[in-house]
């Protein structure tokens, strides 16, 4: 039997979303052991003046206690 757990985490940053989930998942797996999977649960930009200035994501991240 397998026992999973999920986490939520916000990440940022100044030029995409995706950069935004790449840097999520990299600082994600530093801390939590066998990461398994992460759904993006929102998306917002941060808009100053006309321009955006950084890009959030929120994720949950699955991963493995147990197996």
Not at 6 to 21: K, Y
Not at 38 to 67: C, P
């Amino acid at each position: 039997m397998t026992v999973a757990r999920v986490t939520e985490i916000t990440a940022t940053s100044l030029t995409s979303f995706e950069d935004a989930i790449k840097t999520g998942v990299a600082r994600a797996v530093k801390t939590l052991k066998n990461v398994k999977g992460a759904w993006i649960q929102g998306q917002e930009v941060v808009v100053n003046g006309e321009t955006v200035s950084e890009y959030r994501v929120h994720m949950k991240v699955t991963f493995v206690l147990t197996d």
